[in-house]
């Protein structure tokens, strides 16, 4: 946790954006930028008791999160903050402010933990921030456990394994950030290489929706429909209450190994990752040019030249992963188990080097390091990875996590990239597109730019229309409404 907070004030010690072209200052100056006054006066007086904090400094940290990962988004949401944060007690009182931010036409930007990229947190019109952390209620149920949705993921899963149950799968800042945040913001992480991306069939049960009107509803979805609110960065909703399934919980080991050559790193982890006798949580694969920004963390483990595969395993398998590497040419160079780094906040768990851990490590020691998201398809990783890895060497270090796809071994590409221009970025992604590898681009801040499949589903859209019919959640976020 202590790493991640830190983080918060990180940006400030930045170099000024890096090399920016005159691309990235075209965009971020075309941003059109509707602020206006707003009644603020007028609406404390409408939420009555509902806590709010206006002193400037903690505004401006609240109306931020990891845009900075992104020079490109840098750029264009560098200075944008809210007016004032509310932190609503319990729903009715999140219903008081959506009434009056629709009564008052005032934005309203939902915000977790604030641990997400491309500036979803980001207010980009001012107005108020919705801060969820005094939700926090958790209760079992029948198929899972329902939270508020600012209940950290850390205290659902202490809450859980006394049952010996966890979730099926959290964010690599599964220590800070929130259930409803990653919800409606992430994608998926650590045990999706068994139980694939958090929009797979089952892994998000329910979720309670307060409207933006003048007289706010509750919806409750269910099943698939929660894909209406997944990754829409807050505009379709404010979730109050999400619902997701349990797995059983294990020991689990962290495992580094080592290999001379990257064509073995990535064998094992294909291998591993198809192996389904083998009860596995996390499986990320690094060409040496990414590993070595782990060093700082990860000390001797990580050898010089090589490539390396971090693995969490249950521990009555660790010994058959083991020899599974071994068969690979691997080495093991490290072995801890994750309770206790994860129990002990002067310690790393290996999660914490994986998914977007993997960037930030690399940030703290090159500032201009950014990153590309790319999946690499079902029967054609190793392949792909090996063409794109010699095509593109240290200019693209190889970042893979392996993942569940439609129920097929794939990749999460989390590839490192050393901040040049838009243009050599659009040349990345056209290379990377034509071989077959698909990419969802990182560097906007819309919800549809950065889609893999460059649209956002028209259910979401006419869900967005029914819960939000002014405009005013996250504005300029989801741009097919025209509202950016
Ligand atoms: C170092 C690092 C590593 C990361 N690793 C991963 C990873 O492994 N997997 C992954 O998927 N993501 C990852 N992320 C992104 C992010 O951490 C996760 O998506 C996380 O779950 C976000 O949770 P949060 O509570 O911080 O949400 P926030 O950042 O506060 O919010 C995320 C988005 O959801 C909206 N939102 C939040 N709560 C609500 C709500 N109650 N109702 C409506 N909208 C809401 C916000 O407006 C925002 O648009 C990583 C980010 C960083 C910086």
């Given at each position: 946790v202590s790493a991640l907070e830190a983080d918060a004030s990180f940006l400030d010690s930045l170099p000024a954006l890096v090399a920016p072209t005159r691309a990235v200052h075209h965009r971020a100056l075309s941003l059109p930028f509707r602020r206006e006054s707003y009644d603020l006066a007028g609406f404390r007086r409408l939420i009555g008791s509902v806590p709010v904090l206006d002193d400037p400094v903690t505004v401006r940290r609240r109306s931020?999160?990891?845009?900075?990962?992104?020079p490109i988004v840098r750029a264009s949401l560098d200075g944008r903050h809210a007016d004032l944060v509310v932190e609503p007690r319990d729903e009715a009182e999140v219903m008081a402010v959506a009434s009056a931010c629709a009564r008052l036409s005032i934005p309203l930007t939902v915000r977790g933990a604030g641990t997400g990229t491309y500036g979803q947190a980001v207010p980009l019109h001012g107005g108020v921030v919705l801060d969820t952390g005094r939700l926090t209620r958790i209760a079992r149920t029948a198929q899972g456990v329902r939270t508020g949705a600012g209940a950290r993921i850390a205290a659902v899963e202490d809450a859980t394994r006394a049952e010996m149950l966890e979730l099926r799968m959290h964010p690599s800042t599964r220590r800070l950030a929130t259930l409803g945040g990653y919800f409606c913001g992430g994608s998926g992480g650590i045990g999706s290489v068994t139980w694939g991306g958090l929009r797979e069939p089952g892994n998000m049960l329910g979720a309670r929706v307060v409207t933006l009107e003048e007289t706010p509803q509750a919806i409750d979805l269910t099943g698939a429909d929660t894909g209406l609110v997944n990754r829409t960065f807050g505009t379709t909703g404010i979730v109050t209450e999400v619902e997701v399934p349990l797995a059983p919980a294990h020991a689990w080991q962290d495992r580094v190994i080592a290999f001379v050559r990257l064509v073995d790193a990535l064998d094992f982890s294909l291998a591993l990752a198809e192996d389904t006798t083998i009860t596995k949580k996390l499986i990320s694969t690094h060409a040496f040019e990414s590993a070595r920004y782990l060093s700082a963390v990860l000390g001797s483990a990580i050898r010089p030249g090589s490539a390396h595969v971090l693995v969490m395993v249950a521990e009555s398998d660790a010994g058959a992963a083991e020899a599974l590497a071994a068969r690979h040419h691997g080495t093991v160079t490290l072995r801890a188990v994750t309770a206790d780094a994860e129990a002990d906040p002067a310690r790393t768990p290996l999660y914490e080097c994986s998914w977007g851990h993997t960037t930030l490590h690399a940030i703290r020691q090159q500032p201009d390091i950014s990153y590309l998201q790319a999946l690499f398809p079902p029967g054609r990783v190793v392949d792909l990875a090996l063409s794109m890895a010699e095509r593109f060497g240290a200019e693209l270090p190889l970042h893979l996590e392996f993942i569940r796809y439609e129920g097929k071994v794939a990749a999460n590409g989390a590839q490192l990239w050393p901040f040049t221009s838009v243009e050599r970025l659009t040349e990345i992604i056209a290379i990377h597109e034509e071989a077959g590898v698909f990419i969802a681009n990182p560097h906007v801040f819309t919800v549809e730019e950065g889609s893999r499949h460059k649209r956002v589903p028209g259910d979401q859209i006419g869900f967005k229309r029914r819960v939000d019919p002014h405009g005013?959640?996250?504005?300029?976020?989801?741009g097919a409404m025209g509202d950016g």
């Open positions: 931020r999160d990891y845009y900075w990962f992104s005013l959640l996250n504005p300029g976020k989801m």
